[in-house]
């Protein structure tokens, strides 16, 4: 049977002229949790960024410290949390998709080629979509507890 626990040998000093050693428990399932869990918000990060950068590039640069003011929030631990970023996520995804529809249109009536932007932008709103789906992650799930937004 697997032990979640190690156990670290650390120095303590308890105002004494000498250091003693202390045994402390280290609970690495925790540890592990919490990475998983950042591991898991990357794609939203990402995500994110890439949603910042295509703000800059349409020239919509007030719209971008609102999207980066966001980010914090997933510090919080709560369900309303991972449905709002659920929502941006769903809406920036749209976006994507209305975005790469109409550059496919244009592309297509000036005669340019079309299919590599259309699975380039494909590909991102699908990293948004991914990244929103994340969220029903069992270990999300445990970080933002859905109570009563279920």
Known sequence: ???????????????????????????????????????????????LLIFCAHLFRAGALLLIPLVLFVLPLLLIKSGIVARLFQLLLLFIAMQWAIYAWMLADERMDAGRPWMRMAAILAGVGVLALISAALFEAPPLMRRYPRRFLS
């Open 1 to 47: 049977m697997l032990r979640s626990f190690r156990t670290v040998r650390i120095s303590v000093d308890h105002g004494q002229s000498r250091p003693g050693r202390a045994l402390r428990r280290v609970d690495t399932r925790a540890n592990l949790h919490s990475v998983k869990s950042f591991l898991l918000l990357l794609p939203t990060f990402l995500s």
